[in-house]
């Protein structure tokens, strides 16, 4: 029977990284990172198991050839990390889970071996020795949070030299004692500053050169950090944003700068993405841009909050709109400027009225 091919890649940091931040954000960042993981498999690998902070992929009866396996773990760092940088460079959540998310690093475990599976559920899974062998090489010696281990016994069946090297690898030999058995592996750490990473789109800022069309300012009794939540965590939307039919939005995504969520009134779709300003040290700032609603070509709105106490901030909505026509300009003027401004205003009281009760919850 041919050998098959055991693949773990593990978020390092994960436990500590759940422990100490917000869990609620924590799990969704984790939950994209492992999404982006799964994403990057290149070599058809079979996802027997979602371990928390893990990923357990096999191929059965087949070992990719040394070159294929070394592009496929270079391939999974490299979106790894490059999402690690878009959640750093797009990020407007304030919270310890975001701020942290770039500290968490990646380990690749590679094994070989026979494989025996068992069914749970209808479900077929690898079982036996060797899995248990690869998950224990998780637990090794090397010192470092960022690597990639690869057992001696598959780098002996695809010929990879112990000490082979390149641009982005440097392995070295290792070894560790399970059930007092010896098991040898050679390992590379991984220097992210010689991966590609991918490109992504950067968050949009936006500056004007004139005042906003209007203004809402309101006086909160939470925290300037959770009613940035309130206001930027699209599941709380219906609380508050009223006469919405529906919203549409990835669930399990920490909102940032191009995140987009959908709005349905009356069978109409708006569609909306998330953009920034600049603002005074201090204070936190979400916006949104839509060119959905006519008469007006463009829609901007910035949620600007300035916090003054522990349990206390002040909330200042700016709109800003953009209409090309003469005509456009005059409907906004004589008519739509009314109707924007008794929504928000209506939105923003229905938001305190929600974050006040979020607040008797939690007393």
């Known amino acids: 029977m041919s050998k098959s091919f055991l693949f773990i890649p593990d978020i390092s940091g994960f436990t500590k990284f759940i422990q100490t931040t917000e869990v609620e ?74 701020a942290s998310a770039p500290n968490l690093q990646l380990k690749i475990v590679a094994h070989c071996g026979d494989l025996q599976f068992i069914e749970v559920q209808g479900n077929r899974k690898p079982f ?20 990639a281990l690869i057992s001696k016994e598959l780098a002996s ?29 050679i390992f590379s750490v991984i220097d992210q500053i010689k991966l590609m990473l991918n490109t992504f789109s950067q968050g949009k800022k936006v500056s004007f050169n004139r005042s906003p069309q209007f203004v ?18 699209y599941t709380y939307r219906h609380h508050w944003a009223k006469g919405v039919d529906k919203f549409e939005y990835r669930e399990n995504e920490v909102t940032r700068l191009g995140s987009e969520h ?32 006519p008469p007006v070509d463009t829609l901007y709105q910035f949620y600007i909050i300035t916090p003054t106490g522990k349990a206390s901030c002040k909330l200042k909505v700016e709109t800003y709109w953009e209409a090309k026509s003469p005509l456009k ?32 919850d939690y007393s």
């Open 128 to 147: 036996g020795q060797q899995v248990i062998e690869a998950h224990r090489l998780l637990k090794n010696s090397i010192d470092s949070e960022n690597y």
């Open 329 to 360: 300009r005059l409907v906004l003027a004589l008519f739509v400027k009314r109707i924007f401004k008794k929504n928000t205003e209506s939105a923003i009281n229905s938001l305190a009225q929600f974050a006040s009760e979020k607040s008797s």
């Open 216 to 233: 809402f300012e309101k006086e909160f009794s939470i925290s300037g950090t959770s009613l940035m939540e309130y206001i930027t965590n």
């Open 157 to 185: 069946t695809i010929e990879l030299p112990i000490y082979y090297w390149s641009k982005l690898y440097r392995f070295k030999e290792g070894k560790d004692t399970y059930d007092e058995r010896e098991v040898e592996y």
């Open 25 to 98: 954000h924590s799990q969704h960042v984790i939950a994209e990172l492992l999404e982006v993981l799964i994403a990057a498999n290149t070599q058809d690998l079979k996802l027997a198991e979602i371990e928390g902070d893990a990923l357990f992929f096999y191929k059965e009866g087949e070992i990719p050839s040394q070159e294929r396996l070394l592009a496929q773990i270079e391939t999974m760092f490299t979106a790894f990390y490059s999402h690690l940088k878009l959640l750093e460079t797009n990020r407007i959540c304030p919270c310890n889970a975001c």
């Open 262 to 293: 959908l709005c349905v009134i009356n069978g109409k779709h708006l569609n909306f993405v998330a953009v920034t300003k600049d603002v005074h040290p201090g204070q936190l700032v979400y916006g949104e841009m839509t060119s959905s609603p």
